[in-house]
């Protein structure tokens, strides 16, 4: 399966993709995990990419769209199939992806739109906590971890990062609706969306993706 994990910052897509990957065996690519690790290790990539994170602005096309098509151009990749999280985040993004998809005559499956209003996303993200090992994310409050300050499944080290700080919070979502929303239209036009709400409880918001990924599969089985 070729799978793209759409909605706002804080929608519960770096969550939901840990399982569906691990559920349907897909290679899970975050382009924000990518970028955070480069900056931490201080690679030319994590240069060019910090200034625009702090900021809660989006990295720039060709920076991101060059990662994507190394990582998703192997053998390994095309096997599995993949889940994208994160990418594409604008329309130029969408139609490099679309052009490296048929370079490897591959085509995408869904894209999944996680519904999330603004007043949650503000305060999922100031109140999240993610692992530096694992990157499984928690929330104080609906989610907290069972030791403050420890990830229930790696022991890793739990921070918040640092552009979930209200004001980058706010600048972030912006963007998403300046930049991002309109890949709704763009993919709805080729009738992949399938929408999901995003509001409810992380495993009501799995069942519920899982549904609608099962049925795709039955449909494909049945083609
Ligand atoms: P995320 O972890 O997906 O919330 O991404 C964190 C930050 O990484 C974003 O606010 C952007 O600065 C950058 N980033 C991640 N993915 C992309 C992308 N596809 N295009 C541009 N910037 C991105």
Same mark, same amino acid.
């Given at each position: 399966m070729r799978l793209i994990l759409l909605g706002p910052p804080g929608a519960g897509k770096g969550t ?22 480069? #900056? ?7 240069? %060019? +990419? !910090? /200034?625009?994170?702090?900021?809660? &602005?989006?990295?720039?096309? @060709? ?20 889940? #994208? ?7 130029? %993004? +969408? !139609? /490099?992806?679309?052009?490296?998809? &048929?370079?490897?005559?591959? @085509? ?39 030791v403050a300050g420890v990830c229930d499944y790696c022991g890793g080290e739990l921070y918040q990062r ?62």
């Amino acid at each position: 399966m070729r799978l793209i994990l759409l909605g706002p910052p804080g929608a519960g897509k770096g969550t939901q993709a840990q399982k569906i990957a691990r559920e349907y065996g897909l290679y899970h690519l975050s382009t924000g995990d990518v970028l955070r690790e480069a #900056l931490e290790a201080g690679t030319e990539l994590g240069r %060019q +990419a !910090k /200034a625009y994170i702090d900021k809660g &602005e989006l990295v720039p096309d @060709e920076v991101v769209i060059g990662l994507v098509k190394e990582k998703l151009g192997t053998p390994e990749v095309s096997a599995t199939g993949f889940l #994208l999280d994160g990418f594409p985040r604008t329309l130029a %993004q +969408a !139609k /490099a992806l679309d052009a490296l998809l &048929e370079e490897l005559d591959q @085509e995408l499956d869904a894209v999944v739109n996680l519904e999330v209003q603004p007043l949650t996303i503000v305060d999922r993200l100031a109140k999240r906590r993610v692992c530096k090992q694992c990157k499984a994310s928690f929330h104080l409050e609906f989610n907290p971890p069972i030791v403050a300050g420890v990830c229930d499944y790696c022991g890793g080290e739990l921070y918040q990062r640092s552009d979930d700080q209200e004001e980058t919070i706010l600048r972030r979502l912006n963007v998403y609706q300046q930049q991002t929303e309109p890949l709704i239209t763009y993919y709805a036009q080729q009738d992949l969306v399938i929408n999901i709400d995003g509001e409810r409880s992380v495993d009501e918001v799995s069942r519920l993706i899982g549904e609608q990924l099962a049925e795709l599969t039955n449909k494909h089985d049945c083609a």
